[in-house]
């Protein structure tokens, strides 16, 4: 299983100051049993709708995590609020706890800006900056402080680029528009937009949802190489997709509440090949085999 | 290098902790005070005119009692009733809106329901390019057009100034404004009420006229409301084509009607009076001075009324369609 | 309902065939009439702007009838030449500035040559002493930088100076070009009946001549009093420096409410306040502007918008300044609503990606969000100002001067605007100053029609560059 101590050291690419992951072992912490990021007794709410209720699980290091469940059960809120991303909406709430490295991001003294820069975000429809290819990636480190020359700068970017397996395709039109790509080339395009600013964890919102399978094959081929260095953690419809990456996988479902209100909860979350193949639970037995209402 | 991978520690807290962002503050704080600003134009706008009007009614000529219920508006001879104003005013609006709302309206339905895209994309600039011309240039075309086309119509029973002239011209200085508020109207009803109406064999004109233009009613109606702040508001046109003698009238007088409701005569209309007051030398703290913002303040009232009530009208029309 | 008759199916009581046919032809003969009075009711607004510029053209450009005060060829014998082959223009500037010089005074003399010199090397109205010390005070004239007065330039000068042509009537374009002969007889018949007012001319003296009241020459002519020789240039001016004013003030502080409101307000009590402020401001009629501008700008704050708290500055407080913030004011909550919808239609998803990397709110609206909205944004604003440009009864209200010559020189000159030049000379009786109007009308209209289509074009190359 993925709990296992691997203590990969990566070096960033160049000299980048790195805000979130840093060159540590992670052994000591995972044998205590912390996860990157850990969720306790959490709901989260749209005005008075409850959207979630109760979700506690535990993401571990280095290790692809996937969330899976029927549409409108709450995956997308859940992955949202591991990083603040709902702070943009403004009738979103988040009560309970969310961890990260055992420090709550909701405690009122947390800086949203700092817990992004540590766990970015890559979202269902890719969505590059109408910039060029060179900018689109540059600009995220820039504004997290980049320090280095120009030709840091451009190594930072060939780097990300290379490690989203798309180097080879952009090199020689860096400064075309992001827009020009194909959907699946923005896609990579956004996820080396992610990495360039060293976070620590990255969560990914259906990212091959809008993308024909080779494309889907690359982005995943993608995540097993970046989870040496990443924790990842994936939301997908696809439930082929959760078996080939993940570690672990959790099985959100929606039920009416007496209240006539649909608030998701977390069934169950397992390493991912006991998921599928013994489910713990009956609604996760009925979903995986397509018995699902 | 910070932050140990896992380490349960403070120091992560630390690390997460509020920074004080003091430009992004600032920043933020220069654009709240930029849209601050506009309570402030509105405080200006209240006090200035709430504080000359004070000082109009606090004059020993004026009474409020003669202001709003007099019938005579002759500021030589101390007799301020504002009626006369108010009456050039609704005259001009009422024949605006007579020319407006048709052609208006027209305008919108065969745009938004039956003209082709080439049709449209000639029609739409010329309503736009109708929106850009500056007021006192459709005066000017009142004077040397418009009252003359009418005087050889009507003879010369049509005076020199005359309110037709100017509410003609402020008719179609509003068309724009109404036909696309109406067309806003339309394109906000689902298509799925025009393909129920078609489904059950309604033509198009039956679609548009008892299907469309009903759904959309409240927002025309918000619209034509808009149209009539607008022209109630219009001060060039009606400066220069209507004149500058108010129409005094009396409520004994038996051609009463007759008189005050004549379009070839000209009359005088709040804002008229406003400009052509102030166009001349005027010293503060006359009486002049301060009469023209109690007529403003009346003014505001009544453009703030209609302009309010056009938003609730729309505000409802929303809530048809949730 | 009575159901006498159970046997009926429903279908009896539809049309049959035949005479559903006919109804729907009838349905169908209504909708073409219908169509049709659609049609003619949009053509009263088509056929309205287009009359609507027909008059201003028409009235811009046409025969007029002038007279003389001096005629050429008697000007040309007075001074020796043979008026059969010579003509003016074939004297050379030293005659032709002797030909002036004999017929204006000293005083108009020395201004024009205060204006620019007519030679190099003399002076001929001035002594150099005086001259000297003129150009040495504090604001020397602009004939003191040099520079000297063209041939061309001159004979103008003699023309209008000279010369001095009085335009007595004045007809329109078509007429002018269908039935010249009908203006002249009028002239004629007004010169029988009318013998007091020609009563030092004959008929015969009077010449008619094509004129452009639009013309290059009207653009760049200061306002006078004169119907022949009058311009717009120092209403232009003066609407150059309002528009600037109007920019400087509205532009930044509206896009920069507009993004406070679409960015970072969250829904407070003070917030929908400001929001619905706004609103309501833009249906503001503009003469309350006006009178705002009266009372605070111009009165309240006259040390300021006089400039007399910086210096020396104007009598009062009716000045650009005061005119230009008025018409910001007016201005501002357009560009705040154009602005919100432009920073609307900016996908969410860019500032996701945006906050998703750890950028701030503000980073991300500085780099993603506005450089997206920015067309909008221009696109709105050009707009708004076009509407400023032509606004009238504010200016009338913070005191637009009535007639003015000097050109304004800063933010706090005295001004008169092209739309309050229009106004006035509209509101003039005689017909040579409803042909100005008519040609100021047509400056402004081109002015501002240029001004919508750059916005037009920007609008789209905006919405091909989104698609
Ligand atoms: N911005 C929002 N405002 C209000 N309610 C929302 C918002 N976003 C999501 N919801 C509601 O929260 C619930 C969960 O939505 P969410 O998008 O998290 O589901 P999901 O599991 O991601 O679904 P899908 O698989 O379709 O993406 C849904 O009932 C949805 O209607
Ligand atoms: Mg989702």
Sequence with gaps: ?????????????????????????????????????????????????????????????????????????????????????????????????????????????????????????????????????????????????????????????????????????????????????????????????????????????????ALDPIATLRIEELMLELKENYSIIIVTHNMQQAARVSGKTAFFNVELDTTGQRTGYLVEFSPTDELFTSPRMKATEDYITGRFG | ??????????????????????????????????????????????????????????????????????????????????????????????????????????????????????????????????????????????????????????????????VLSAGIVVGLLIVPLVSSLAEDAMAAVPDSLRQASYGLGASRLETSLRVVVPAALSGIAAGVVVAMSRAVGETMVVTLASGASPRNFSLADDSLFGYILSPFEGAQTMTGYIAITASGDISYDTIDYNSIFAIGLTLFVITLGLNSLSRRIVKRFRQEYE | ?????????????????????????????????????????????????????????????????????????????????????????????????????????????????????????????????????????????????GGVRSKADVVALVEERVIAPDIIDASRLTASIFNPQRFKDKVEADFLTNPDRYEDYTFDQVRFQWRAWFSWKFITSPASDKPEIAGVRTAVLGSIWLVAITVLFAVPVGVGAAIYLEEFAKPTRINDFIQTNINNLAGVPSIIYGMLGLAVLVRVLEPITSGSL????????????????????????????????????????????????GATKWQTV????????????????????????????????????????????????????????????????QEEWRHLAAAASLVLLVLLLSLNAVAVLLRNRYSRRLT
């Design chain 2, 1 to 162: 290098m910070s932050t140990e991978r896992g380490v349960h520690d403070a120091d992560m807290a630390r690390q997460l902790a509020r920074k004080p962002r003091r430009f992004e503050r600032l920043i933020v704080g220069s654009l709240f005070i930029a849209g601050a600003i506009s309570i402030a134009i509105t405080i200006g706008i209240l006090w200035e005119l709430g504080s000359e009007s004070l000082l109009f009614f606090l004059d020993d000529d004026v009474t409020l009692g003669k202001f709003f219920f007099s019938t005579e508006w002759s500021p030589q001879a101390g007799s301020f009733g504002i009626w006369p104003l108010i009456l050039g005013t609704m005259l001009i609006t009422v024949i605006a809106l007579l020319v407006a709302i048709p052609v208006g309206l027209s305008a919108a339905i065969y745009l938004s329901e039956y003209a082709s895209p080439r049709v449209r994309n000639f029609l739409k600039p010329v309503l736009e390019i109708l929106v850009g011309i500056p007021t006192v240039v459709f005066g000017f075309f009142a004077l040397t057009f418009m009252t003359p086309l009418l005087r050889s119509i009507f003879g010369s029973q049509v005076g020199f100034f005359n």
């Design chain 3, 366 to 429: 500085r780099s993603q969000v506005l450089p997206v909205a920015i067309p909008g944004i221009l696109t709105g604003t050009i707009l708004a100002v076009a509407r400023a440009i032509g606004e009238t009864a504010p200016l009338i209200l913070v005191g637009a001067a009535g007639f003015i010559t000097v050109s304004p020189s800063g933010p706090f000159s005295q001004f008169t605007a092209l739309p309050i030049q229009i106004f006035q000379w509209t509101s003039l009786p």
């Design chain 1, 1 to 209: 299983m993925t709990d296992t101590p691997d203590a990969t050291v990566v070096t960033p690419p160049t000299t980048v100051p790195n805000p979130g992951s840093g060159a540590a072992e992670s052994g000591t912490s995972s044998a205590q049993g912390t996860g990157v990021i850990e969720t306790e007794n959490m709901d989260v709410f749209y005005g008075d709708f409850k959207a979630v209720a109760d979700v506690t699980m535990k993401f571990a290091f280095n290790e692809i995590s996937a969330l899976i469940g029927p549409s409108g059960c709450g995956k997308s809120t859940v992955l949202r609020a591991l990083n603040r991303m709902n702070d943009l909406i403004p009738s979103a709430r988040v009560d309970g706890e969310v961890r990260y490295h055992g420090a709550n991001i909701y405690d009122p003294s947390v800086d949203p800006v700092e817990i992004r820069r540590r766990i970015g975000m890559v979202f269902q429809k890719p969505n590059p900056f109408p910039k060029s290819i060179y900018d689109n990636i540059a600009w995220g480190a820039k504004i997290n402080g980049f320090k280095g020359s120009k030709s840091d700068m451009r190594d930072l970017v060939q780097g990300a680029l290379e490690q989203a397996a798309l180097w080879d395709e952009v090199k020689d039109k860096l400064t075309e528009s992001g827009l020009s790509l194909s959907g699946g080339q923005q896609q990579r395009l956004c996820i080396a937009r992610a990495i360039a600013t060293q976070p620590d964890v990255i969560l990914m919102d259906e990212p091959c949802s």
């Design chain 3, 1 to 145: 309902m009575t159901t006498q008759t159970p046997q009926k199916s429903p279908l009896d009581y539809f049309p049959t065939e035949d005479e559903y046919q006919r109804l729907l032809d009838k349905r169908t003969r209504r909708g073409t009439a219908v169509r049709i009075t659609f049609l003619l009711m949009l053509a009263v607004a088509v056929v309205g702007l287009g009359i609507l510029l027909y008059t201003i053209i028409d009235d811009s450009f046409g025969i007029v009838a002038v007279v003389n005060e001096n005629e050429p060829e008697d000007i040309l014998a007075a001074y020796g030449y043979d008026p059969t082959v010579t003509v003016l223009s074939d004297l050379n500037k030293e005659q032709l500035v002797e030909v002036l010089a004999g017929s204006i005074s000293s005083g108009v003399g020395r201004r024009l040559e205060r204006e620019q010199r007519f030679f190099a090397d003399r002076l001929v109205f001035e002594s150099q002493a005086k001259w000297d010390e003129v150009c040495a005070s504090d604001e020397p004239p602009s004939g003191c930088g």
């Design chain 3, 310 to 357: 910086f210096g020396d500055g104007a009598p009062n407080g009716r000045t650009i300044l005061s005119a230009g913030l008025t018409l910001g004011l007016l201005t501002l909550p357009v560009v705040i609503i154009s602005s919100q919808e432009a920073i609307r239609a900016v996908p969410n998803s860019l500032r996701q990606a945006g906050m998703g990397l």
